[in-house]
């Protein structure tokens, strides 16, 4: 799975969240144009229920792009699956640009999700695709026809099958409790990476996706820069210098971790080789200021 590359690692939040409890994300204004879209239910051609109903999914992930309008479902006047039951002058009344229809169905052990997109005043059906995973996966072929729809009308790739990293901090009777978290793009599935009653700041992501960087506290209460495999929950310590050890970014290429630190004296940025034995630390920075807060060129050498 991708990861979100604009991230929420860089805020320290403070919310009430318990343990596995759901981020919410608010949208306050989206596109003044925004695009009129009908999410009608999958219908399902099964056995029992499904764990989860996917056009939730899709429907919450456009409306959180901002790009999007959803219908109420109560506001639709039918409830197509096939392209043929898709009446164009239903929609076109409820002023309904574009209308997403599928069925789910078994396939041996597995679900196999058919989605269509259609275009309701061209009366054509401009997006057809099948996808095939466990019900568990579910989320996760939602995502997947979100960002394969969001693509097609906006020309930019979707994000709603990335997660985001963010950090939050609990007020508890004894005392602050710091947490690591990682969740879909959407706020759902949140994982606590790390628990900590020391701060943790500056989380990123490395290009791999199984890899972030991050500094904590929890060593004698000073900073140190970490890289932790969320999963195979493998974490190294990589630096324990005295002063300053902050604002890891790693290279496009997940090879070089830039830094900040203040082992000479004064916060300048260095560039540590990951591959390298023993790791090598070069100094990039020599400036009487403050630098930190290094990022990477796309190509990496700079």
Not at 155 to 183: C, M, Q, W
């Amino acid at each position: 799975m991708n990861k979100l590359n604009v991230l929420m690692a860089s805020l320290l939040l403070t919310l009430s969240l318990n343990v596995g409890a759901e981020l919410q994300i608010e949208v306050t204004q989206g596109a003044d144009n925004a695009v009129r879209v009908a999410v009608v239910p999958f219908e399902w051609r099964g056995r029992g229920e499904l764990p989860l109903d996917i056009h939730e999914v899709v429907t919450a992930d456009l409306a959180l792009s901002g790009r999007f309008e959803t219908l109420p479902i109560d506001q639709m006047l039918s409830l197509p699956s096939r392209q043929e039951d898709v009446y164009p002058r239903d929609w076109q009344l409820l002023n309904t640009e574009y209308v997403i229809i599928g069925e789910i169905t078994e396939s041996g052990p597995d679900l196999m999700v058919r989605f269509e997109l259609i275009d309701v005043f061209k009366n054509t059906s401009i997006l057809r695709q099948r996808i095939v995973g466990k019900d568990l996966e579910l989320r996760d072929m939602g995502h997947h026809v979100s960002d394969a729809i969001f693509e097609l009308l906006t020309g930019v790739p979707g994000a709603f099958s990335t997660e985001i990293l963010y950090i939050t901090v609990v007020d508890s009777p004894t005392g602050r409790i710091f947490r690591l978290n990682v969740a879909d793009a959407d706020g759902q599935r949140v994982r606590t990476v790390l628990q900590s009653r020391e701060p943790i700041l500056s989380a990123s992501w490395a290009p791999d996706g199984d890899r972030i960087a991050y500094v904590s506290f929890e060593k004698d209460s000073r900073p140190a820069i970490y890289i932790h495999n969320i999963r195979t929950r493998v974490r190294q310590q990589i630096t324990d210098f005295k002063g300053l050890n902050g604002a890891p970014a790693f290279s496009p290429d997940g090879e070089k971790l830039a830094m900040v630190l203040s082992k000479d004296g004064n916060p300048e940025i260095y560039v540590l080789d990951l591959t390298s034995t023993p790791r090598r630390l070069r100094r990039l920075t020599r400036h009487y200021g403050i630098d930190t807060e290094p990022s990477w060129s796309a190509d990496g050498k700079s």
